[in-house]
């Protein structure tokens, strides 16, 4: 294979956050199994000061442009208002101008592959003779439709996205009764995109085998994969005990994506006094770059809450908790901070939205609960029991070792790219 080219709605780098981990993976993983090939990356730019973080993976980064406010004005008028053609996410990132250049560098490099980061930049897909590769990652219109159960939790419907909108529908976003309108409109258009869009492409990618095969099911799509994160377990683990901190707690993501906080902050509202008047000593650590305003209230609120905001590496932050809590309110595909905690042995105490398309056991991988009171009860089990934190951190790390390897997940990728 001489070229392959990806074409990502963000920086693919630094590994900042999940999304960006999982494009990195792709990116090393075609490199991998082709390391003769040359990699292009065509990326739109989230910020300009992750431009020096370029891994050598990428032979070659073209930063591409966003539609300018009249024409994103006009793709969301005429395309998703009037049409119902396109979702909102698709308005906002389609330019014209660069779907030109975009064309202009397929035909003068004739990539044997493309790859696509999520179906937001579908609209850019082209009619070369490579093979055509979609990464749905998840499936948002799923995801959104689940946000409106616990919308008195988020802050912001569309987390980082919002930023992408025009300033003047940026305010209107803002208020309570329009966000609950846009994610009912945005969930359709994106339920009714994500179905047309996909005999477009050759391959359908997601991060979880279980949406893959689902999404199969649905469209009839010959090939659909399923390519979770992959996770190099630390085999250290197994040498000796674990050396924590039996008050500490933490959770981790991307803190202005609203998934994760309202997951945090329903946490401290419902669930954390209850845990903090049993084990008074314990403090809740919520880790993760962008946290949003009503994020920050939550240590000004609630006694033992600390918000760290972005930290400079991960797992020495997180290493050394008693548990990880990762009480999801909603969301879709394989929860990466889940696997990643249980890859370092720190034991997690999840919920079923939390475990989709993770296979382990509860009781013995991590703990599932049903209800508020039982996180509190496994909480203080794993915080106050050392011969069960050990075991469930031992059992996670085998867990992840077994399923979420190098060989586990690049087996899919091979076959794409055969």
């Known amino acids: 294979m001489k070229k392959i080219m990806f074409i990502t709605n963000r920086l693919p780098f630094p590994n900042t956050d999940g999304r960006k981990n999982m494009l990195l993976q792709y990116i090393r993983q075609m490199k991998e199994l082709h390391p003769g090939s040359e990699l292009v990356n065509l990326s739109f730019v989230d910020d300009v000061k992750y431009l020096k973080d370029r891994p050598e993976e990428i032979d070659e980064l073209v930063c591409i442009e966003l539609p300018g406010l009249p024409e994103k004005l006009f793709n969301i008028a005429v395309y998703s208002l009037l049409l119902r053609k396109w979702p909102l996410q698709v308005s906002v990132y389609y330019s014209r101008k660069t779907h030109r250049k975009v064309k202009e560098i397929v035909k003068a490099q004739k990539p044997e ?48 996205f919002a930023n992408k909108l025009p300033g003047s529908m940026k305010k209107l976003a803002d208020m ?115 946290p949003t305003p009503q994020v920050l209230r939550l240590q000004e609120t609630y006694p033992g809450v600390v ?80 011969e069960l934190n050990e075991k469930v951190s031992r059992n996670s790390v085998r867990y992840v070792a077994s399923n979420f390897s190098s060989s586990a997940t690049r087996k899919n990728m091979e076959l794409i790219l055969s």
């Open 176 to 290: 309570k009764f329009v966000q609950k309108w846009l994610i009912e409109f945005e969930s359709r258009l994106l339920d009714k995109y994500e179905k047309k869009v996909a005999p477009r492409f050759d391959h359908l990618v997601f991060t979880s085998p279980v949406e893959a095969e689902n999404f199969r099911k649905t469209t009839r799509h010959e090939s659909c994969y399923g390519i979770p994160m992959k996770f190099e377990p630390d085999h250290a683990r197994g040498k000796g005990p674990r050396r924590y901190d039996r008050n500490k707690l933490v959770f981790v993501g991307k803190m202005d994506i609203p998934h994760n906080s309202s997951a945090v902050v329903y946490f401290c509202e419902r669930v954390w006094p209850s845990i903090k008047r049993q084990a008074p000593d314990t403090t809740f650590y919520i880790v993760g770059k962008n």
């Open 307 to 386: 918000v760290t905001g972005e930290v400079d590496d991960v797992k020495r932050v997180v290493g050394d908790s008693a548990l990880m809590i990762a009480p999801m309110l909603f969301g879709t595909g394989i929860k990466t901070k889940i696997v990643e905690a249980m890859s370092w042995g720190v034991p997690v105490v999840t919920n079923h939205i939390g475990i989709e398309g993770i296979n382990a056991s509860h009781g013995e991988d991590l703990f599932v609960c049903d209800s508020d009171d039982d996180i509190v009860r496994n909480v203080l089990l794993l915080l106050n029991n050392d």
């Open 113 to 160: 592959v493309i790859l696509y980061d999520m179906v937001r930049v579908a609209e850019y897909a082209t009619h070369s003779g490579g093979q055509h590769v979609m990464s749905y990652d998840d499936l948002l219109s799923l995801r959104y439709k689940r946000q409106l159960e616990w919308f008195q939790y988020i802050p912001s419907i569309f987390g980082g």
